[in-house]
């Protein structure tokens, strides 16, 4: 069962913020919630992660409702080099060994 | 400082052949894992350790799958008599522990079975 529900797709303009949507409506207490994206024809990359608060680090922003049953990560400035999908991932601690990846947003930045 | 390393990166084999996977983890890191990524699907999970023990095997595919992992670096995935549904790219991720703590990814390897 998917535990996060992303749109497919979407588009952002060079230099512009690209603000991603997550819904996990039935993330528990103890689940954190993650950020990955894949380049094309390379690995995951990890991008941030969070509990309960906002999380700021040199790639991104994390944004965690109150309720904690959606989040936002915000690209403050697009570039080219960030087209790639990107995952959100909600892991506790029944399932610390592993991430769960569901099909993700495609995010096409364009010039 | 050094990421994952993954080798080899590309790998073509015939039908039937055995092939043999193996990942570098970030030094430190006493976790790693296994995961494929078929083409055009999502990444699935296979395996992974907590030093030299896999507490985890569930998404190993069958039988013809197995892994180990010794001194808690390297690891190494096999694949047995390899089919045709046995090529995706197998990646390998690491990380401090099996916390909260994220996982790091290396490249994959891209299996082909002719």
């Known amino acids: 069962d998917a535990k996060t529900t992303q749109p497919p797709s979407m588009d952002c303009a060079e230099g512009r913020a690209a603000n991603l949507p997550c819904n996990h409506s039935?993330?528990?207490?103890?689940?954190?919630v993650y950020w990955y994206r894949q380049i094309h024809s390379q690995g995951p990359q990890y991008i941030i992660h969070?509990?309960?608060n906002n999380e700021t680090n040199e790639m991104a922003s994390l944004i965690i409702t109150e309720d904690r049953k959606s989040s936002t990560l915000i690209l403050p400035h697009a570039t080219l080099r960030d087209t790639a999908v990107y995952y959100c991932i909600v892991r506790g601690t029944d399932s610390w060994g592993k991430l769960q990846f569901g099909s993700g947003t495609q995010v096409v930045v364009t010039p | 400082g050094a990421g994952v390393s993954q080798s080899p990166s590309n790998k073509v084999t015939e039908k039937g052949k055995d092939v043999e996977l193996r990942c570098d983890p970030i030094?430190?890191?006493?976790?790693l894992y296994w995961y494929r990524q078929s083409l055009g699907q999502g990444l699935e999970f296979l395996i992974y350790?907590?030093?030299?023990?896999?507490?985890?095997k569930s998404g190993l595919p069958s039988d013809r799958f197995s892994a180990e992992r010794t001194g808690g670096s390297v690891s190494t995935l096999t694949i047995q008599r390899t089919q045709q549904e046995d090529s995706a790219v197998y990646l390998c991720a690491s990380s401090y522990g099996t916390g909260w703590q994220p996982q790091h990814f290396g490249d994959g390897t891209r299996l082909s079975i002719l």
């Open positions: 350790f907590q030093g030299n023990s896999a507490p985890d």
């Open positions: 030094s430190g890191h006493t976790a």
């Open positions: 039935t993330i528990s207490g103890n689940e954190y």
């Open positions: 969070g509990l309960k």
